[in-house]
T-cell receptor, first 110, second 115 residues
Framework: QKEVEQNSGPLSVPEGAIASLNCTYSDRGSQSFFWYRQYSGKSPELIMFIYSNGDKEDGRFTAQLNKASQYVSLLIRDSQPSDSATYLCAVSTGFQKLVFGTGTRLLVSP | NAGVTQTPKFQVLKTGQSMTLQCAQDMNHNSMYWYRQDPGMGLRLIYYSASEGTTDKGEVPNGYNVSRLNKREFSLRLESAAPSQTSVYFC??????????????FGPGTRLTVT
């Protein structure tokens, strides 16, 4: 079992809809959780991080963490075609190290 | 600030050749990392350096060596390249700051093909 699991997608949503991206992790000791966006041929860029149970909002993005269920999600409201990318979930499992999921490809159609 | 820079951007090697990938950061970060990214496999950690003078193996270290030259620079060496090392290589850096989450900042990547 991989330490960080994501559905590879693609997840297709129409413009203006809410996109919901999900991630599960296996290490109960994980403390920090990150969402990165990666456009095709580009490097990952950080969107959000969360380390407390509950929701964290930043503009159109909301990260949700449920440590009891070992589940973290990213909601993108009012999705735009420019949001079409691969979204990587990453989990901190130890000192300074991150473990990445394989990513979910999001397609937002005009 | 340039952030994290990597050279070269593209490289083609023949099996058995050696090369060094260079990485530098200007954010005064203590920690630096080398990842490889393959289709369907996500980002996998090759080596990391928590601070100047220290290096540790990650998930897939075989076939690679690293050098933390100073606080700014962290290089990755392939001594005898193999086709299985065809990949995109990313360097990243992050700061250590108590309980602050350890967000990592990535360089633009090096696309390596081994024939």
């Amino acid at each position: 079992q991989k330490e960080v699991e994501q559905n590879s997608g693609p997840l297709s949503v129409p413009e203006g809809a809410i996109a919901s991206l999900n991630c599960t992790y296996s290490d109960r000791g994980s403390q920090s959780f990150f969402w990165y966006r990666q456009y095709s041929g580009k490097s990952p860029e950080l969107i959000m991080f969360i380390y407390s149970n509950g929701d964290k909002e930043d503009g159109r993005f909301t990260a949700q963490l449920n440590k009891a269920s070992q589940y973290v999600s990213l909601l993108i409201r009012d999705s735009q075609p420019s949001d079409s990318a691969t979204y990587l979930c990453a989990v901190s499992t130890g000192f300074q190290k991150l473990v990445f999921g394989t990513g979910t490809r999001l397609l937002v159609s005009p | 600030n340039a952030g994290v820079t990597q050279t070269p951007k593209f490289q083609v090697l023949k099996t058995g050749q050696s090369m060094t990938l260079q990485c530098a950061q200007d954010m005064n970060h203590n920690s630096m990392y080398w990842y490889r990214q393959d289709p369907g496999m996500g980002l996998r950690l090759i080596y990391y350096s928590a601070s100047e003078g220290t290096t540790d193996k990650g998930e897939v270290p075989n076939g690679y060596n690293v050098s933390r030259l100073n606080k700014r620079e962290f290089s990755l060496r392939l001594e005898s390249a193999a086709p299985s090392q065809t990949s995109v290589y990313f360097c990243a850096s992050s700061e250590i700051a108590g309980t602050k989450p350890y967000e990592q900042y990535f360089g633009p990547g090096t696309r390596l093909t081994v024939t």
